[in-house]
């Protein structure tokens, strides 16, 4: 069974930083553009950023472009976030998911809470 | 940026009765291979989204035959034919096309 699992999320201080990671088992990981989608407390979704399967290119939303970095080791079969200066909006369950425009199946993780205050 | 707003946002529905949910694109999806990238989700409380249809019109492996999707440029329809309790939850639309937007989400509970 496919299974992406984030971690890393936790608490951090509005100006801080912390690194989302979301490891990939028995998936073709290479294979796949992946995402970051977020969630804020009883709030909709808000896709965040991408990274093509090789990882030569990526993709933010502009809240969030000259904040956050998306990279990924494909020999580890790991995607991550890299959160610079965090904001009290950036609060939110960050889901990693493939979003594939392909007729092939859609996966997420089951999320990482991010919670930024003092 | 493309905008997606979602209609109704509270659906509140009988057991056994139908359900349609309307969604609509600042700009038309229809993306250069000519393809249309508009999907649907489901999320419960405390679970990840799970795709429902892709496409406009596909479903996923799994997903009940009760549950259809049709639709075409701008404007695009979730249908329910029949409500199951197992049904409850939000409904988003996202579109693909553009690179990736949700819309607002859809509440659907049991009257």
């Known amino acids: 069974e496919v299974q992406l699992l984030e971690s890393g999320g936790g608490l951090a201080q509005p100006g801080g930083s912390l690194r989302l990671s979301c490891r990939a088992t028995?998936?073709?990981?290479?294979?796949?553009?992946m995402n970051w989608v977020r969630q804020a407390p009883g709030k909709g979704l808000e896709w965040v950023s991408a990274?093509?399967?090789?990882?030569?290119?990526?993709f933010y939303v502009d809240s969030v472009k000259g904040r956050f970095t998306i990279s990924r080791d494909n020999s580890k079969n790991t995607l991550y976030l890299q959160m610079d200066s965090l904001r009290a909006d950036d609060t939110a369950v960050y889901f990693c998911?493939?979003?594939?425009?392909?007729?092939?199946?859609?996966?997420w993780g089951q999320g990482t809470l991010v919670t930024v205050s003092s | 940026d493309v905008v997606v707003t979602q209609s109704p946002l509270s659906l509140p529905v009988t057991l056994g009765q139908p359900a349609s949910i309307s969604c609509r694109s600042s700009?038309?999806?229809?993306?250069?291979?000519?393809?249309?990238?508009l999907n649907w989700f489901h999320q419960r409380p405390g679970q990840s989204p799970r795709r429902l249809i892709y496409?406009?019109?596909n479903r996923d492996s799994g997903v009940p035959d009760r549950f259809s999707g049709s639709g075409s440029g701008t404007d695009f329809t979730l249908k329910i034919s029949r409500v199951e309790a197992e049904d409850v939850g939000v409904y988003y639309c996202m579109q693909g096309t553009h690179w990736f937007t949700f819309g607002q989400g859809t509440k659907l509970e049991i009257k």
């Open positions: 990274i093509t399967g090789s990882g030569d290119r990526t």
């Open positions: 998911a493939t979003l594939t425009r392909l007729p092939t199946p859609d996966y």
């Open positions: 700009q038309s999806l229809v993306y250069s291979d000519g393809n249309t990238y």
């Open positions: 028995k998936f073709t990981f290479a294979s796949y553009s």
């Open positions: 496409q406009v019109s």
